[in-house]
């Protein structure tokens, strides 16, 4: 097994790495950014190495300083997390280039999927179901009005190297195709580089389900059941339960099938989610695959009890999965809240300061992947989200009175969060009943 890992992020997902690798005996170091140097990962960590000042580029984005802090502290293999550079087919290049062990997919693997247009095109060839739509990107104005006419109103556009939500853009009638045309490869360009985009029917209420795939290096796949991620503000997941109660067990088998079918078309590595739009008839439609582990890992990881993050650095050092599909036994449920440093009453405004008081709840069933503390200064420059509540239980009636008693014993103060906001969600009579799509938190608001 590897002696030492360099995790390449920051926050409640490089906490988590770490505790990973100290069960299993390997040491860690950790970077952070000048901004991040009281942060807890830096202080469970057995070394640390500063990368840059406190902006993303040029400290957790800056691969030049990352494979420099990662060669001369001796480590081995690097876990890039999510967001950030996990998704960066030139980062996993240049590590595999300095005999680095990326601990996730290889870089031809990100490239073929981090490119949505692409990933499409290759699930089409592999006769994985898709949303109707364009083949590739859309050329020009004129490809997209043409192409809107052929699927029909409503139509989708999403930046082709998408992701969090940014360069999507819904249209009802073709009178708003043009500014939200331009909007839209605005957006992608700004916040990808890249403003190609490509056309989806849009499929009214969908749920959003997404499976987790495990592959090794040797063809074996697995998937450990599915995550229903449709409770979501501005396209972005706030809550996430597994399993779904939406999804009948017909239809959870023949999805599970198919996500495996498509992370083989594409000979997958590593841990990986293919992810589902299910449409009110249970008509489902692969929409991307996220190469990388996701924040919502842990509810997986309650129903199944398989260690996600030990099984990528099992993988990525060349061990063969130790199960198989029929060993994988989903049993209970479980249910995550993201707790956000925001102000739910102001559009959900990052809220940034000092915790001046913090209790975090436990119990029978309860856990919570964090980075925070009483005293931590929580920066401005990074994403609002600063842990994350799970609640497991035999049934989901138990995991959600435990999540009501969690949310109700979590303090944070100092800065405004939204655990009153999920308090409320999850004592919501319809989200109770498991009546909910992606269109719950709208109308939840008004």
Do not use: W
């Not at 061990?319 to 739910?344: F, M, S, T, W």
């Not at 503390?373 to 920066?379: A, Q, R, T």
């Not at 401005?380 to 799970?390: A, V």
């Not at 109700?408 to 103060?413: G, S, V």
């Amino acid at each position: 097994m590897f002696n030492k890992i360099l995790i390449a992020n920051r926050g409640e997902i490089a906490v988590r790495i770490i505790r990973a690798c100290m069960e299993m005996g390997i040491k860690t170091v950790a970077i952070y950014s000048e901004a991040d140097k009281d942060s807890l990962h830096t202080q469970m960590a057995d070394e640390a190495i500063c990368v840059g000042p406190a902006p993303s580029k040029d400290s957790y984005l800056n691969i030049k300083n990352i494979i420099s802090a990662t060669v001369l502290s001796g480590a081995e293999a690097v876990h890039p997390g999510f967001g950030f550079l996990s998704e960066n087919s030139k980062f996993a290049q240049i590590c595999k280039e300095c005999n680095i062990v990326f601990i996730g997919p290889d870089s031809e693997i990100i490239d073929s999927m981090g490119n949505k247009s692409n990933a499409r095109s290759i699930m089409i060839d592999a006769k994985v179901p898709v949303v109707p739509g364009s083949d590739g990107i859309i050329k020009d104005y004129k490809d997209a009005v043409d192409m809107a006419q052929k699927i029909g109103y409503p139509i989708m556009l999403k930046a082709s190297a998408g992701g969090g939500g940014r360069g999507i853009r819904i249209i009802r009638h073709e009178k708003d195709l043009l500014k939200e045309f331009n909007a839209a490869k605005a957006e992608s360009r700004v916040s990808f580089g890249d403003d190609s985009i490509y056309m989806e029917k849009y499929i009214e209420e969908p749920h959003h389900i997404e499976f987790q795939i495990l592959a090794d290096n040797y063809g074996n796949v697995i998937h450990i059941g599915e995550r229903d991620c449709s409770l979501q503000r501005r396209n972005q997941k706030i809550l996430e339960e597994s399993p779904s109660p939406f999804l009948t067990d017909e239809l959870r088998k023949s999805m599970g099938e198919v996500a495996i079918k498509a992370a083989k078309a594409v000979n997958y590595k590593n841990a990986g989610t293919i992810e589902f739009l299910v449409d009110k008839n249970k008509n489902f439609y692969f929409m991307e695959m996220n190469t990388r582990v996701q924040v919502e890992h842990p509810i997986s990881e309650m129903v199944s009890n398989i260690d996600i993050i030990k099984e990528q650095i099992k993988i990525a050092f060349g061990h063969k999965l130790n199960y198989k599909q029929e060993d994988v036994n989903i049993k209970g449920h479980a249910i995550e809240c993201r707790i956000n440093a925001e102000d739910p009453h102001k559009k959900f405004t990052p809220s940034p300061g000092k915790i001046e008081n913090l209790h975090v709840p436990g119990g029978m069933g309860i856990r919570f992947d964090g980075n925070v503390y009483s005293g931590y200064e929580i920066p401005h420059y990074y994403d609002s989200m600063i842990g994350k509540l799970i609640a497991y239980g035999n049934n989901r009636e138990e995991a959600i009175s435990r999540m009501k008693r969690a949310l109700t014993e979590f303090i944070i103060e100092g800065v405004k969060t939204n655990i009153d906001f999920q308090l409320d969600i999850v004592n919501d009579k319809n989200f109770i009943k498991g009546i909910y799509d992606t269109s719950f938190i709208e109308k939840y608001k008004k």
